[in-house]
């Protein structure tokens, strides 16, 4: 894991935690169903944070005879766990709690805790969007949308961090709509409305997660300009006659599967092609030092 997805690790791990527990005061002290699907949802992103540091520890454990590509598989696996304890002790917590509250309306208490909690949570938050988005820009090419970062990128913690914090920030701002409308139109299913805008604002996060999260643990191809700059450099190599194909796997975020099979010249002696895979590895990782893993298949023209 890189300095960058740390810090912004961290920052949400210490902001969700202030803010789950000022919730759940607030919860106790108001009966909102706003906060208590709030608090819930930071709780759960709290925990999410320690998911992803976990990932990140497990994933630098050295290769063995079981798992001889290594284990940066890991955060993968630990980024998908975040997306359904989102859905479900986020999401459908929240669609729980404002349904009950709906069916059961009661006025909210002591609306200016309520008020007053939730601006303070939405300035934690601001904080640990903010933080997210700076260490994100560090990596992210400039042309790029925030929104094709997240479905394009191959590490798993920022993004992760990234739509958490953003379903995180709507959600109180929709948490506080419902207790507003809810005081001031003296109707206190605006207040479950809120939750119920909360859970299903977290369901679809969560669902956006799990899939980018599902295509990377069963293997993605490494990115466009990534392939290209590895085809070129086999094919630069001076007994390389033609690429008949390259394949290439993210097995984590910093390790890549490359398998490619090549023509070689076919006066080449056996030694000679040994050589020259030997030769053309390490000129490919050269350009594309996470290509850890190069497997190269000689072959001959045939006419």
Excluded: C
Excluded at 159 to 182: I, K, N, Q
Excluded at 224 to 238: C, D, F, K, M, Y
């Amino acid at each position: 894991m890189n300095e960058g997805s740390r810090k912004a690790i961290i920052a949400a791990f210490f902001a969700n935690l202030g803010i789950a527990i000022s919730k759940f005061v607030g919860f106790l002290l108001t009966g909102s169903a706003g906060l208590a699907a709030e608090s819930v949802h930071s709780f759960a992103d709290t925990g999410n944070q320690g998911l992803l540091m976990l990932g990140a520890k497990r994933s630098v454990k050295a290769r063995d005879e079981e798992h001889p590509f290594g284990h940066e598989r890991e955060r993968y696996f630990w980024a998908f766990i975040v997306a359904l304890v989102l859905f479900s002790m986020g999401g459908l917590f929240a669609l729980y709690e404002g349904i009950h509250k709906f069916r059961n309306p009661h006025e909210t208490d002591n609306i200016g805790i309520a008020v007053g909690i939730l601006i303070v949570a939405i300035l934690l938050e601001s904080y640990s969007l903010r933080t997210a988005v700076k260490e994100t820009a560090h990596v992210k090419p400039p042309q790029q949308s925030y929104w094709q970062f997240i479905r394009t990128a191959k590490q798993p913690e920022l993004p992760t961090v990234l739509l958490e914090d953003v379903a995180a920030e709507t959600g109180l701002f929709f948490a506080l709509a419902g207790v507003l409308l809810a005081h001031f139109t003296h109707e206190p299913r605006w207040d479950a409305v809120g939750s119920i805008a909360i859970g299903l604002l977290l369901v679809v996060v969560a669902f956006i997660l799990g899939a980018e999260m599902k295509g990377l643990l069963i293997g993605e191809t490494a990115l466009p300009e990534t392939r290209i700059a590895l085809a070129a450099s086999l094919r630069g190599h001076q007994h390389i006659q033609q690429v008949v194909y390259l394949h290439t796997e993210h097995l984590g975020p910093d390790a890549l599967l490359v398998a490619a099979k090549a023509i070689f010249d076919p006066a080449l002696s056996a030694a000679d092609v040994s050589r020259s895979i030997d030769e053309a590895e390490a000129a490919m990782r050269a350009v594309v030092p996470s290509a850890r893993f190069i497997f190269i298949e000689p072959d001959i023209a045939r006419s």
